[in-house]
């Protein structure tokens, strides 16, 4: 039997691209799911759809990572059947616009850095403690190899993503006398509607970003996560960076 097998999941933002594929690839391996993401519908539709297909217990919360009162409020509410959480995916995240810094929105501004920043740390701050009682646990954050290095345009999605790498090096520091390991996944170009939320619905400039390249699909991600925390108690990957073929870092890219 694989060791994925009967354990609780949580994900943020599952209902699209990361999150929907790490949900699609948990539930194959007959884990049980915690989803949760703001859009009520198709977090239903998602959870029939597992329940039907794999026979997997499935929780959802209708719940936005950005509100800590919300965060606080929805994960002290899961049933104690789900209270036994043994991996935490930070998944929810975006990025708004590809203008130079100084020419975003405090609006935008503020949806970025809450959500893919104070969002990580309000759901990793409720589900430590749940982790702690049952002395295990297994936390990814969705970093970026936009955290590595910035590119034109994204100082602001850049440094957040700079936020989650630091953040889970000091997280993995805290839970280093505990069995909670941290691994911070930074991929590259993937295809999902990432981009189509980056240009506000613009499916042009959206398209633009993946033209002439190969890029990773959100099912290459998931199968990553689930390498990274089938691994044996002994082993953490602290961090995985991974690309499409053609792209070489944040900036480099060729595209045919
Ligand atoms: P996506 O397809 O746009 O999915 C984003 C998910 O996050 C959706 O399920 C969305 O659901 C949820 N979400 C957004 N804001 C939220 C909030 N405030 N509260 C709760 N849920 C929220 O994006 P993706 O490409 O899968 O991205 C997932 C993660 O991977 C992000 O952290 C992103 O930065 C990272 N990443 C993406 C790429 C890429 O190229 N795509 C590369 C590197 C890293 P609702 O709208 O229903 O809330």
Redesign the pocket.
């Known amino acids: 039997m694989n060791k994925l097998y009967g354990k609780t999941i949580l994900i943020?933002?599952?209902?699209?691209?990361?999150?929907r594929s790490c949900a699609l690839a948990y539930a194959e391996k007959g884990a049980n799911l915690i989803l949760?993401?703001?859009?009520s519908d198709?977090l239903d539709s998602l959870k029939e759809e597992l329940i039907r297909k794999y026979g997997i217990k499935v929780y959802t919360l209708v719940?936005?990572?950005?509100v800590s009162k919300d965060v606080e409020e929805k994960i002290s509410s899961l049933p104690e059947s789900f209270k036994k959480i043994d991996i935490l995916i930070n998944?929810?995240?975006?990025?708004l616009g590809l203008d130079k810094v100084y020419l975003a929105s405090p609006k935008d501004i503020d949806t970025v850095v809450d959500?893919?920043v104070k969002?990580m740390l309000y759901v990793t701050s409720a589900v430590v403690p749940l982790m702690l009682k049952h002395k295990s646990g297994h936390i990814v954050n969705?970093g970026?190899i936009?955290g590595d290095a910035a590119y034109a345009g994204g100082a602001i999605y850049c440094a957040t993503?700079a936020a989650v790498k630091t953040f889970s090096d000091g997280l993995r520091i805290d839970l280093v006398d505990t069995n909670i390991k941290v691994t911070n996944i930074k991929?590259?170009?993937?295809e999902?509607?990432?981009s189509k939320?980056r240009f506000n619905g613009d499916l042009e400039k959206a398209s633009n970003a993946y033209k002439g390249i190969n890029p990773l699909t959100?099912d290459d991600v998931a199968d990553v996560i689930i390498y990274a925390t089938g691994l044996p108690e002994n082993v953490q990957l602290t961090e995985i960076a991974m690309t499409p073929n053609h792209q070489a870092d944040g900036r480099t890219v060729h595209r045919k």
């Open positions: 943020t933002g599952a209902t699209k691209g990361i999150g949760t993401a703001r859009s198709l719940m936005d990572v950005s998944n929810a995240g975006l990025a959500t893919n969002g969705l970026s936009a993503k991929p590259g170009l993937v999902t509607e990432f939320v959100p």
